[in-house]
């Protein structure tokens, strides 16, 4: 069987159910192949959060921008 890396390219790991557990989704997402994690920002408040997960984490990469739903603000 072929092996392959998988990519996931939209997480939000700045959401309080999955803040504190991001070495866990690490081991796990590894366990199924998946060995980067895109974690995104909804909104200019979270932006920080966001690059600070992805400069703990090798695996972890940031993209910043803000959901239509919050343009407003």
């Known amino acids: 069987m072929e092996s392959f890396k998988l990519i996931d390219t939209h997480a939000h790991l700045d959401f309080p159910e999955l803040f ?3 070495d866990q989704i690490l ?7 998946v060995y980067e994690i ?10 920080n959060t966001i690059k600070n997960i992805s400069f703990q984490f090798d695996d972890i990469f940031h993209s910043v921008g803000v959901h239509p739903n919050e343009t407003h603000k």
């Open 20 to 22: 504190h557990r991001i």
């Open 27 to 33: 081991f796990d997402a590894k366990k199924n192949n």
């Open 38 to 47: 895109v974690t995104i920002s909804t909104n200019l408040d979270k932006i």
